[in-house]
């Protein structure tokens, strides 16, 4: 249940646990798409239309628990966790239990307001929350993140996790080559992210690893027809972009940050007393 996280995910986190693979967001460069391959699903329309289910989650999850090391957890990286299916399995309120009970520090990653239904628990649990905001461009947000809630929703819920007591920085990626990462833009978001009250923001450029690449390629031949050729010079096999690039992005980025005063970067997460120390024997 609590699984390696692969590079492509762009997380600090080196496990994490996913109650659901696929994605109603829709996102075309998403990561995450790669991993429906392994399920016998394809990466496109299956990723965003067949979103597969983890029941058994909670249960699987404190048996691994009982027997972890104490490493950080990501919580939502195949997958957003307070995505719509959330509404009807309401297996996060069971994953943030077990987890605060074992003491291990974890970040849940989303961009759904549905993570205030479980703000309080949350905040009592010590978690980390990072909410995914690329860009302030509703225009892009429209071509590349379908099925989310736009930019300024996401501001307000990083507001209202603030005020709530939650620790929430905002996951600023992916950064998408070309079309999101002028000057301009990147201090568009981050003044904004800033006004928002968020602690940190981590920058991330768009990574493109298999059936990623393919499906948003596929969409930028049509969206941007202009840009397939730049891409593919930008990107190696394994579907990381440039290091020359992603490093001038990322200072980019940690420039504003210290203009805003904000820092940069995922931060150390730090582990928790378990909430029911073991019983002693008499």
Not at 147 to 174: D, I, Y
Request: aromatic content about 6%; overall charge neutral.
């Amino acid at each position: 249940m609590i699984e390696r996280v692969p590079v492509w995910a762009g997380v600090s986190e080196g496990w994490g646990v996913s109650p659901y693979r696929g994605c109603a967001h829709a996102c075309v460069g998403c990561g995450a798409r790669s991993g429906h391959g392994r399920l016998g699903l394809d990466a496109g329309r299956d990723f965003e239309t067949r979103v597969v289910v983890r029941p058994n989650v909670v249960v699987r999850l404190r048996a691994e628990l009982a027997r972890w090391g104490g490493e950080p957890v990501a919580v939502g990286v195949s997958g957003d966790v307070y995505q719509v299916a959330e509404r009807t399995y309401r297996l996060m309120p069971g994953v943030v239990a077990a987890l605060a009970e074992a003491g291990v520090p974890f970040t849940v990653y989303t961009k759904s307001p549905l993570v205030l239904r479980d703000a309080g628990v949350l905040a009592e649990a010590g978690a980390s929350v990072a909410v995914s905001i690329a860009f302030v461009d509703e225009r892009i947000r429209r071509g590349v993140e379908p099925g989310a809630v736009g930019a300024q929703a996401r501001l307000e819920l990083v507001s209202a996790l603030v005020e709530a007591g939650v620790a929430c920085r905002v996951r600023m990626g992916p950064v998408l080559p070309l079309l999101s990462d002028a000057a301009d833009q990147l201090g568009a978001t981050v003044r904004r992210i800033a006004a928002a009250g968020a602690v940190a923001v981590e920058p991330v450029v768009l990574r493109l690893p298999p059936g990623t690449r393919e499906w948003y390629l596929e969409w930028l031949g049509g969206a941007h027809p202009e840009l397939v050729g730049r891409y593919e010079e930008l990107y190696d096999r394994s579907g990381l972009p440039s290091a020359g690039y992603e490093e001038r992005i990322v200072g980019q980025i940690g420039q504003l940050c210290r203009a805003y005063g904000l820092a940069c970067g995922a931060g150390v997460a730090e582990r928790r007393e378990p909430r029911f120390g073991q019983l002693a024997l008499v």
